[in-house]
């Protein structure tokens, strides 16, 4: 078709119409992003080089920003291991959690005295006599039950942290768990024992996952890489009892040698190379998971969305003035 001098005008013009609108919607992309800018959480996400590129999908991306928190606790101390961990912890300056028992308290009143010194602990109720190694007997009463942990409470003092002898189960405000390990029937005879403490105000933590040892020696079963690729598996399996937190359960006597306390201090530097924050689980109930703060985020952009959506009518409106402005 052949363009005369009129068309080729009206065209120019229409370019010189069109284009700012293509420019003022780049625009709006533009501010669109803007409003998703890096917030710390994500600044968080993109400066942690732990993060494998899969978790970078979107699906699992709320996920990925969570910060690593990893809960170091240590049962059945005071023991020969206490002084060993407690050295440790201090040098390498991260927070733990000491499960203690009552009856070994009376017994190690300085390991206790220094364990209480130290800023970075906190120190917990493991049970006044670890049951004597009879869990099924023990709780079988909830008398004796109860007895057992308000005497070690007596000793030890403070907020009721609660670790249970023998049973990795948990009753905190958020988190209702049984033992899976035992029985059903078992289950369903101990609950209501477990119920009891919680009655009384005692929050009951279980683990997420144990660094096993060997029973005839008392020595790791394994080195701190091996634990250290243990914990990132898990957390990458999602089957913790909160998201992004593992609660590590360990034993003060592994690490009464010297070769137990280097174990401790080469896992806590793998994990501290690995991006992990160490708590105390004083901060574990009690603090608001990334994830829904994350959600409130975004529920607050979409309402500013909407409130923007309302306008388009008048900004369109606008626009459509202008462009007949310029075509006139
Ligand atoms: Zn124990």
């Known amino acids: 078709m052949?363009?005369?001098?009129?068309?080729?005008?009206?065209?120019?013009?229409?370019?010189?119409?069109?284009?700012?609108?293509?420019?003022?919607?780049?625009?709006?992309?533009?501010?669109?992003?803007?409003?998703?800018?890096?917030?710390?959480?994500?600044?968080?996400?993109?400066?942690?080089?732990h993060i494998s590129s899969a978790q970078k999908g979107s699906k699992t991306r709320t996920r990925s920003i969570l910060p690593k928190v990893i809960y170091l606790t240590f049962d059945d101390g005071p023991s020969k291991g206490t002084a060993n961990v407690l050295s440790v912890l201090k040098e390498e300056g991260v927070e733990g959690t000491m499960f203690f028992i009552g009856r070994n308290i009376e017994?190690?009143?300085?390991?206790?005295?220094?364990?209480?010194?130290?800023?970075?602990?906190?120190?917990?109720?493991?049970?006044?006599?670890?049951?004597?190694?009879?869990?099924?007997?023990?709780?079988?009463?909830?008398?004796t039950v109860v007895n057992d942990m308000d005497r070690a409470q007596r000793i030890i003092g403070g907020a009721k942290y609660l670790r249970l002898a023998g049973r990795n189960v948990w009753r905190l405000p958020s988190l209702y768990r049984n033992d899976y390990a035992l029985s059903k029937t078992r289950r369903k005879t101990e609950s209501p024992k477990y119920?009891?403490?919680?009655?009384?105000?005692y929050q009951i933590y279980g683990w997420d996952i144990e660094w096993h040892f060997d029973h005839a020696t008392g020595n790791a079963s394994y080195g701190a890489d091996r634990m250290a690729d243990r914990i990132e598996t898990l957390y990458e399996?999602?089957?913790?009892?909160?998201?992004?937190?593992?609660?590590l359960l360990t034993h003060d006597y592994m690490f009464r040698k010297e070769g137990g306390r280097q174990k401790l201090r080469e896992l806590i530097q793998i994990l501290k190379a690995s991006g992990w924050r160490f708590e105390t689980l004083g901060s574990y109930g009690s603090s608001t998971p990334a994830v829904f703060v994350q959600k409130k985020k975004r529920l607050r952009k979409k309402v500013?969305?909407?409130?923007?959506?309302?306008?388009?009518?008048?900004?369109?409106?606008?626009?459509?003035?202008?462009?007949?402005?310029?075509?006139?």
């Open 237 to 247: 399996s999602k089957h913790l009892a909160k998201e992004g937190k593992i609660v």
């Open 107 to 143: 017994y190690q009143r300085s390991l206790y005295a220094q364990a209480l010194s130290m800023p970075n602990l906190l120190i917990a109720n493991h049970t006044y006599s670890h049951a004597n190694g009879k869990y099924a007997r023990f709780y079988s009463s909830a008398a």
């Open 2 to 49: 052949k363009m005369t001098g009129k068309t080729a005008t009206i065209l120019l013009f229409v370019s010189l119409a069109v284009l700012p609108l293509f420019a003022t919607g780049s625009y709006a992309i533009t501010e669109t992003e803007r409003g998703s800018s890096p917030t710390p959480l994500d600044i968080f996400h993109e400066n942690t080089s």
């Open 195 to 201: 119920t009891a403490l919680s009655d009384r105000g």
């Open 304 to 328: 500013i969305r909407l409130a923007m959506n309302k306008r388009d009518p008048v900004r369109k409106q606008r626009n459509k003035r202008k462009r007949l402005l310029l075509l006139r």
